[in-house]
């Protein structure tokens, strides 16, 4: 396997929540300088690009490093990153008709649709769904993840509810464990 790429559309957020950090005053560049590689600090001089493939390594530096200087370590910061970006992919009506279609078949045809938005924005990594929705229950397996970074998963968390949300007529609660150093396992409970 080749370098670990993900897609822009994913990388924006963080470079511009990196940059706006640095522009009012709450870090540094000598923060920046001393904690990321020179190869991040590169990206934080573009506007990525939604459609090109980046270096999955730096996004997992920069997000890991607002998860330490906006975030304070906290778990719910990173989900919360995870189901903002959700929100955004429903408002940017970009992927309006898999997200319609999966609100009308229900809450399975939306876990394929999350394997899907998964596929497209990473190169690398094999999801499968094990279950369904309708034992309130499943999970979604990732295989071939040795270099997904932890925060990367954990924000997956947040993104998956909010999508699942929309289907499942009750909240959902997702949690995700590694198994395996290359093995993850989203688990999906329906409540209520």
């Given at each position: 396997m080749g370098i670990p790429h993900i897609k822009g559309i994913a990388l924006m957020s963080v470079v511009d929540?990196?940059?706006?950090?640095?522009?009012?005053?709450?870090?540094?560049?000598?923060?920046?300088?001393?904690?990321?590689k020179p190869e991040d600090l590169e990206l934080l001089g573009e506007?990525?690009?939604p459609t090109l493939w980046y270096s999955l390594a730096?996004?997992?530096?920069?997000?890991?490093?607002?998860?330490t200087h906006e975030g304070n370590r906290d778990r719910d910061y990173l989900v919360k990153r995870g189901a903002d970006?959700?929100?955004?992919?429903?408002?940017?009506?970009?992927?309006a008709k898999v997200v319609e279609t999966a609100e009308k078949w229900g809450g399975?045809?939306?876990?394929?649709?999350?394997?899907?938005?998964?596929k497209s924005f990473y190169d690398f990594m094999d999801w499968h769904l094990l279950g369904s929705l309708a034992d309130?229950?499943?999970?979604i397996e990732v295989e071939e993840a040795e270099d997904?970074?932890?925060?990367?998963?954990?924000a997956a968390e947040g993104f998956m509810r909010v999508l699942m949300?929309?289907?499942?007529?009750?909240?959902v609660v997702v949690s995700s464990h590694r198994p395996a150093s290359d093995r993850v396992v989203f688990e999906l409970r329906r409540t209520g």
């Open positions: 929540d990196v940059t706006r950090l640095l522009e009012s005053g709450h870090i540094t560049q000598e923060q920046l300088d001393a904690e990321l506007s990525p690009m730096s996004y997992g530096r920069l997000l890991d490093f607002l998860w970006a959700a929100e955004r992919i429903l408002a940017s009506g970009i992927y399975d045809q939306m876990a394929k649709a999350i394997i899907g938005f998964s309130d229950h499943f999970k997904y970074p932890e925060v990367a998963q954990i949300g929309r289907t499942a007529e009750a909240e």
